[in-house]
């Protein structure tokens, strides 16, 4: 499978959008689930 270039710009938006206060991976998955939860209602 390849490798997919890492996009800068989309991982500075992921920081400041989803994981701007995530202190630990519990904290960025709680952070992707309430963003996720947010765009599909």
Known sequence: M???E?????EERIRMEIA???CNEEEMAMGWY???ED???
Do not use: F, G, P, S
Request: glycine share 0%.
């Open 2 to 4: 390849a490798r997919i």
């Open 34 to 36: 309430y963003y996720l």
């Open 6 to 10: 890492e996009d800068k710009e989309r």
């Open 39 to 41: 765009k599909i209602r």
């Open 20 to 22: 701007v206060d995530a």
